[in-house]
T-cell receptor, first 113, second 115 residues
């Protein structure tokens, strides 16, 4: 059972376009992370959002955590070829000593020059 | 800091052979995780350790898989005997983990192909 649904699964756009990818769940998370993974490498953490409604910005990337802490979005402004990669979201429940993250399958983004 | 170091980067083996994957976590990190990634199933947690002690191995597929962490700077994931369905990318990750700012630092992975 995939508890975190990411959409779209694939996205191919031209340099300079804007895009939004989504991470949705029916479960509540104590925090949610976004990672970017490039081919042949491990995922790299971009941001962690903790508070419902929180918005964080990382240069041209804007991350939002839903008010109910069940969903999140990532918006990229003026995409560049360097943004190409697999974007993964992962939720934490912080239940007791549980250190297991729930992962989405990812959105594969290709930004064409 | 050198980051999480995994070896080998690529492993090609024949069905039935033993495979050992190695990981050196970031110094000072209390948690170590082994993940497997495939296109169909994404990232799957196999097992994780806290202070060298296995905490949750419920993701280990079956008895053919075993993991050890003999000290704070080294862990292994062993598959014996290997099968073609074990082909995947295996990641090791470490984390300093605190309750409000969980961060996972991943290695570059081991691409395993079992023929």
């Amino acid at each position: 059972t995939q508890l975190l649904e990411q959409s779209p699964q694939f996205l191919s756009i031209q340099e300079g376009e804007n895009l939004t990818v989504y991470c949705n769940s029916s479960s509540v998370f104590s925090s949610l992370q976004w990672y970017r993974q490039e081919p042949g490498e491990g995922p790299v953490l971009l941001v962690t959002v903790v508070t419902g409604g929180e918005v964080k910005k990382l240069k041209r990337l804007t991350f939002q955590f839903g008010d109910a802490r069940k969903d999140s979005s990532l918006h990229i402004t003026a995409a560049q070829p360097g943004d190409t990669g697999l974007y993964l979201c992962a939720g934490a429940k912080n239940a007791g000593n549980n250190r297991k993250l729930i992962w989405g399958l990812g959105t594969s983004l290709a930004v064409n020059p | 800091d050198a980051g999480v170091i995994q070896s080998p980067r690529h492993e090609v083996t024949e069905m039935g052979q033993e495979v050992t994957l190695r990981c050196k976590p970031i110094s000072g990190h209390d948690y170590l995780f082994w993940y497997r990634q495939t296109m169909m199933r994404g990232l799957e947690l196999l097992i994780y350790f806290n202070n060298n002690v296995p905490i949750d191995d419920s993701g280990m597929p079956e008895d053919r898989f075993s993991a050890k962490m003999p000290n704070a700077s080294f862990s292994t994931l062993k598959i014996q005997p290997s099968e073609p369905r074990d082909s995947a990318v295996y990641f090791c990750a470490s984390s300093p983990w605190d309750s409000w700012n969980e961060k996972l630092f991943f290695g570059s992975g081991t691409q395993l192909s079992v023929l």
